[in-house]
């Protein structure tokens, strides 16, 4: 916590509350109402540094670390949230797979103009009957063809795959190997046919940033364009989630920071005989709960985000934070929307929409539940949650020798 009110902190967090101020809030509500992807508010991002905390200098990054990724997502989701909702297909899951599983050559030619916000991004793992469970359900099929693999199935809840320029795909090369059967791929849709991106309705979430089913004929991946080795899509995948499940944590954080400063001013100014509704220990009741569960969430995700900082042991400590962050932010949008009565449906309020944003980040990046059975086989000591450390997904992006390779090949 005291790292997190360092000055540095602090100044990244003025600097994401003035950019959010200043260039989102005025327009985002005419992006929403033209159903209109706002590239240009990504590439300014982008150009601002909201994406690049993670990544060192070399690929186009700012070095500042995991921490600060935490407080942009937590600030970003505060001020809003439709526009923090790419931030993982831009700074974090998609740019994380190809920095972790890719080439220098792949490293250098795809990661910075993500984190740039030139390139919109994707990571699509998730299918229509395996959320939890991708490797062992995965359906869709990457057949070698001389130099391309010829990409066949269908993918779920694949944010911005109608946008996307440069994303990472995954699919089975072997259909009888499990998740050692199961690669990862640079797709580019807009140069291949065989992709078709349907926009998925959802209720309450943005019109302008639209999550899709996407439907795979005999889509082209050259094969320059495989990441790894055939068979290493899982273990690129669990490495690109890592540091997408703390900023996940983060905006989870900042959904509930919103719902809470909402209810805190709406019952100051609603009135019922003659007091404001804070007056009512029912209300206090609310009020003081959802303080706690913001606090403790807060002192999470900052000890999370801190011992990957110093790549610590984290995927327990990312896991809670991950699962209790998600709790309260479903709890406080709750509580908030009871506050609100009848006025939280209303459109002039933007409580309902964070209701819908709380449920689904209570899901993104791996779900409550499969966190929970995470911790408890950890608590059980069935399964250390920590055992692939320094093997898997959990070296320090910053630190990685990527990085480092790159920097010396271009010095």
């Known amino acids: 916590m005291n790292i997190a009110s360092s000055p540095e902190m602090e100044s990244i967090r003025d600097m994401v509350i003035r950019f959010m101020e200043n260039e989102v809030v005025p327009v985002i509500a005419d992006y929403e109402a033209r159903e209109e992807f706002p590239r240009a508010l990504i590439k300014k991002a982008g150009a601002a540094g909201l994406y690049g905390a993670m990544f060192p200098e070399s690929v186009g990054g700012s070095d500042m670390g995991y921490l600060a990724a935490a407080i942009i997502q937590e600030e970003m989701a505060r001020i809003e949230v439709r526009f923090a909702h790419c931030n993982n297909q831009q700074g974090s899951s998609c740019p994380s797979c190809i920095y972790f599983g890719g080439s220098q050559e792949q490293i250098r030619r795809y990661v910075p103009a993500l984190l740039a916000g030139e390139t919109i991004g994707l990571m699509s793992l998730t299918e229509p009957g395996g959320g939890s469970d991708p490797s062992g359900n995965m359906k869709t099929f990457a057949k070698r063809d001389g130099d391309v693999y010829r990409i066949t199935g269908q993918k779920m809840f694949a944010s911005m795959a109608k946008e996307t320029d440069v994303g990472v795909l995954f699919a089975r090369t072997d259909k009888n190997a499990g998740a050692k059967g199961v690669s990862a791929f640079i797709v580019h849709p807009k140069k291949h046919p065989g992709w078709n991106a349907q926009p998925v309705d959802m ?20 094969v320059e364009d495989r990441l790894g080795e055939e068979g290493d899509g899982f ?62 969430s807060r002192a999470l995700i900052y000890q999370a985000a ?37 006025y939280g449906l209303a ?11 709380a449920d689904l980040f209570f899901t993104g990046e791996g779900s409550a539940n499969v966190q929970k059975i995470l911790i408890a086989e950890d608590a059980l000591g069935y399964k250390l949650a920590d055992r692939h450390h320094g093997r898997t997904g959990l070296r320090d992006i910053r630190k990685d020798d990527a990085g480092a390779q790159i920097a010396a090949t271009e010095a």
């Open 306 to 342: 801190s011992a990957l900082d110093q790549s610590l042991p984290a995927n327990r400590l990312v896991a809670i934070a991950k699962y209790h962050a998600s709790q309260t932010a479903k709890m406080c949008a709750d509580k908030a929307m009871q506050i609100f009565g009848g």
């Open 235 to 296: 273990k690129i995948a669990m490495q690109g989630l890592q540091p997408g499940r703390i900023t996940v944590a983060g905006k989870a954080l900042g959904i509930a920071r919103a719902c809470f400063e909402d209810a805190v001013r709406y019952a100051n100014d609603r009135t019922l005989r003659g007091q404001p509704i804070g007056r009512f220990q029912m209300i206090q009741s609310d009020i003081a709960e959802m303080a706690v569960a913001i606090d403790a």
């Open 347 to 357: 459109t002039e309020y933007r409580i309902s929409r964070l209701r819908s944003y």
């Open 203 to 222: 209720m309450g979430l943005s019109k302008a940033f639209r999550t899709t089913v996407l439907f795979l004929d005999d889509f082209v991946v050259p």
